[in-house]
């Protein structure tokens, strides 16, 4: 019991720190220049990756959510994503692009365990010299930096283009979807994963949300959430997409990773060593809009979409990820 108070007691004195340090240091991260920047600090400097390993991205804890290992919980999430959009019943060779993707965890794991052939592309040159550091040369997957607003594949380049918690760095979402479904191959498949805000089209937000979401967006180097619905609207209209987009909403099974992001500066004092004082408060100046973010998920400010779009002009492939996506749930 002493023993959980002081933990308690220690969590809450580097809660009040962090605060301290985030009203003393604003940011307004709006360019893809910050975006770039950022990541290649946190990269560099390896901070990020020692708490929250080769995924950059939210864990999946089931529904209802059960006790898991923070790290377990990310790369349990690749597994569920593959299963959810049907890709576990591609064959091995296929082609994958994965937009925005970090230090590689999520191609290495597509590479690897399905044997498909990936191409990471990421905005940093940091992370992509990262990723091919971490990659085995007996994989098929490649590391680019390239501009997910402004693709350099050819139209109909990929099989598959994935994609987890890139959209809100995007500054045109309409651009964005177009870029993605542009590569797609006909009868290949969009799947993504992304942090959405609420459709205030349908519930303005109100006197407390309004500041909350803008202090998320400059926090993280993001213009702009878009919602689930309007996110699959833009979708539609690029005019690639067959039939509708297929939406589920997991923030129930991704919301723990908020709070575990931040015990793991606690359960793992050993970063406060291998970092020293500036990691530390640069680590620390990031818990208080963690603590933000859980609030915006838990309140249902935000939300956490999943979407799964076919190109239009199917063959071979639609058929096989239309079959394999006709037993999984919508929603």
Excluded at 12 to 31: D, H, V
Excluded at 96 to 116: A, E, H, N, T, W
Excluded at 186 to 202: E, H, I, K, M, T
Aim: include cysteine; charged fraction near 20%.
């Amino acid at each position: 019991m002493n023993l959980f108070f002081w933990a308690i007691a220690l969590l809450l004195a580097l809660t009040t720190l962090g605060i301290g340090l985030y009203l003393i240091t604003p940011r307004n991260y709006q360019s893809s220049n910050s975006v770039a920047n950022s990541y290649d600090a946190w990269t560099e400097d390896g901070i990020l990756e020692f708490y929250w390993g080769e995924h950059i991205h939210l864990g999946h804890y089931g529904s209802p959510p059960q006790q898991k290992d923070f790290l377990v919980a990310k790369s349990d999430f690749v597994h569920e994503m593959v299963r959810w959009g049907g890709l576990d019943k591609l064959p091995p060779g296929t082609t994958v692009l994965d937009v925005g993707c970090g230090i590689g965890g999520s191609s290495r794991i597509l590479g690897r365990d399905y044997g498909f052939a990936v191409t990471g592309i990421t905005i940093s040159p940091q992370q992509v010299q990262r990723a091919q550091d971490l990659t085995s040369g007996e994989l098929d997957v490649q590391f680019l930096v390239d501009d997910a607003m402004a693709l350099s594949f050819p139209d109909a380049s990929f099989d598959v283009v994935w994609s987890i918690e890139a959209g809100p760095h995007m500054p045109d979402k309409a651009i964005f979807a177009r870029e993605l479904m542009r590569v797609v191959k006909p009868g290949g498949v969009l799947v993504l994963a992304d942090w959405n805000q609420r459709d205030s089209r349908q519930k303005p937000l109100n006197f407390w949300e309004k500041p909350v979401m803008q202090q998320l967006l400059d926090q993280w180097s993001h213009p702009a959430f878009s919602s689930i619905e309007g996110f699959s609207e833009l979708l539609e209209a690029t005019e690639f997409v067959e039939g509708k987009v297929v939406t589920a909403d997991w923030t129930e099974q991704t919301i723990p990773s908020w709070l575990d992001s931040i015990w793991q500066g606690v359960a793992r004092p050993e970063g406060l060593v291998r970092f020293g004082l500036s990691g530390f408060i640069k680590s620390l100046r990031e818990v208080p809009t963690l603590l933000l973010m859980r609030l915006a998920f838990g309140a249902g400010l935000c939300r956490f979409g999943m979407f799964r779009a076919l190109r239009a002009n199917s063959p071979q492939l639609a058929e096989t990820v239309t079959t394999a996506s006709a037993s999984l749930p919508s929603s």
